[in-house]
């Protein structure tokens, strides 16, 4: 195989404006797949001299696979953010990213740049590199990252159309990567705001052409562009100057579920690394194992955190599975790590041959640390005692009074000895009772890379099935149901795929979604990264 490093995180020079055809294609798409699928995720690993040095950090490139008529093009064009722009213009890295500081302005004198270090551009609020995600509001596409900005994005151009900050369009200073779209096309997001009257927020997203019934207060409620935004409700910080990192959130049908996880930002810590010590974000944060993590329970109707505090044993995680309600209970699944490393997503680590070695489970003991996990909490409360509130038929997860009033929570595995991330549900599911969720599963194949292959994971009977190609590396899987579906599996898996052999050769995978068989495979000559996440829009 090539060089490890070209081949996943694959640095593209020009963009493919015009539609390209794949070179060859295997099986038939559906006539039915009519739609694009929207991919988002760094481009390029370099500007000039300059190497990006976390996964998170390249310049954010769009792709586009537009299916129609049982044909698939391909296209993609960079965001053209601010920071895009003075990154080409001075082929250097300008703006700090999440693990990558700028580099210094040759052109800029000793004196100069001492100045600069009280230059608060300087710092990465000013970055609007949107490299992560998309998310819809009914029928506009916006880019998004965890950083002050989202960029409107035209789907079938991918021309950037319109950046939005969020402090312009409500008291928020950061979001996070994963809104929540509702079947009705309503977006809820969730966000920080730092300083004295500062906390989490979720916040409610709408198109400004929409009049919905409101009772936020106006004080609460912003216009920018074509959206408009409401604050629903304000979560206090545990730790005021150390908040915490969240990447999503969830709900379920009546509430929303906040996690605080014991991986915090140290405010002090950013603007004595960003002016004095040098270093960058990722270096901000840090994970307390002997803390809690904190379940923020709200009610959906009129934003009220629950009275009742519940807690759990320091973990870390990224992506949440899935939420919904059941006899009393939320039940949460998500992708549960025993502990925060980020730097395992820095380049020269996620290249090395010894990552799985360093990063992967070695035995079914430790993967089950790292399983996809189930947590039950208990909202009737009234009859409080020491034994476990979880009275699910079939739950393993436990639900305990301590003696502060708090109750602790414990999880149990979904799918054992499956050590996954990334996971996608049907969307029609989403935060309903569900069965089945499709993730990017982290098995020690193709010399220790864990992208090595797809699972289609079954939460009743805690089974899976596993899709694996000994010529490709994968993309995380987007379900699309099939019109008419009948079941909740109907429908199929698509997945971007990349050449362990050949940087200049990709395919857009599709999987039948009950039996997880091969539909159709094209095959592109193009040079497309893995990236990070998508959404699939319907003509």
């Not at 800029?108 to 509001?137: A, G, I």
């Not at 920080?192 to 979720?202: A, E, F, P, T, V």
């Not at 959130?249 to 140290?266: D, G, K, R």
């Not at 109707?301 to 209970?329: C, P, V």
Request: net charge negative; with cysteine; glycine share 6%.
């Amino acid at each position: 195989a090539a060089d490890r490093h070209n081949l996943v995180f694959r640095h593209v020079d020009d963009e493919v404006l015009e539609p390209l055809d794949a070179i060859h294609i295997e099986g038939e798409f559906p006539q039915w797949l009519h739609g694009s699928l929207i991919r988002n995720g760094p481009g390029k690993t370099h500007w000039g001299s300059d190497y990006y040095k976390h996964w998170f950090d390249g310049s954010a490139l769009l792709h586009r696979f537009d299916f129609r008529n049982g044909l698939v093009k391909y296209t993609s064009r960079f965001l053209n953010s601010n920071t895009y722009r003075e990154n080409k213009e001075a082929q250097r890295i300008t703006v700090g990213e999440f693990g990558t500081l700028p580099s210094r302005d040759p052109c800029k004198t000793l004196f100069q740049r001492f100045f600069s270090f009280f230059d608060s551009t300087e710092v990465m609020s000013n970055n609007d590199n949107c490299v992560v995600n998309v998310f819809p509001v009914k029928d506009s596409v916006y880019a998004t990252s965890e950083t002050n900005y989202i960029w409107e994005i035209d789907e079938k151009s991918l021309e950037s159309k319109q950046r939005i900050k969020w402090d312009e369009l409500i008291a928020l200073n950061t979001c996070c990567a994963h809104p929540q779209v509702n079947d009705d096309g309503t977006v809820f997001t969730a966000g920080s705001k730092y300083g004295k009257d500062g906390g989490y927020c979720i916040a409610r997203l709408y198109k400004t052409d929409e009049i919905p019934q409101s009772e936020i207060p106006p004080s609460e409620i912003g216009v920018k562009g074509k959206l408009r935004g409401e604050i629903l409700t304000r979560i206090p910080i545990r730790w005021p100057l150390y908040p915490s990192y969240f990447h999503s959130f969830t709900m379920s049908e009546n509430y929303f579920v906040f996690i605080e996880q014991p991986v915090a930002l140290s405010v002090p810590l950013m603007f004595w690394n960003f002016k004095v010590a040098n270093k960058p974000f990722n270096e901000c944060l840090k994970f307390y194992p002997d803390e809690t993590a904190i379940f923020h329970v709200i009610k959906k109707s009129n934003g009220e955190i629950l009275s009742t505090r519940y807690t759990a044993d320091a973990f870390f995680f990224f992506h949440i599975i899935n939420s919904y309600e059941k006899d009393d209970n939320i039940i949460v699944d998500l992708c549960r790590l025993r502990e925060y490393d980020l730097n395992a997503l820095e380049y020269n680590d996620l290249s090395s041959s010894d990552y799985a070695s360093k990063h992967l489970p070695v035995s079914s003991n430790s993967a089950s640390e790292q399983c996809p996990v189930r947590y039950v909490i208990p909202l009737k409360t009234e009859h409080q005692s020491s034994s476990n509130l979880i009275a699910l038929q079939g739950s393993k997860a436990e639900a305990k009074l301590r003696i502060d009033g708090s109750i602790h929570l414990s999880y149990e595995c979904l799918v054992p000895t499956c050590s996954v991330d990334l996971p996608r549900v049907n969307p029609f599911y989403n935060a309903r009772s569900y069965r089945y969720f499709y993730a990017l599963s982290f098995e020690d194949e193709l010399g220790g890379f864990p992208y090595s292959s797809i699972v289609k994971s079954d939460v009743v009977n805690r089974t899976f099935l596993r899709y694996y190609n000994s010529e490709f590396l994968n993309s995380e899987p987007v379900f699309v149901a099939r019109p008419g579906a009948t079941t909740e599996d109907d429908g199929v898996v698509l997945s971007v795929l990349v050449n362990i052999h050949d940087e200049r050769l990709a395919a857009l995978l599709v999987l039948d979604g009950v039996t997880f068989e091969v539909v159709a495979m094209a095959t592109f000559r193009a040079t497309i990264p893995i990236g990070f996440h998508g959404w699939f829009t319907h003509h």
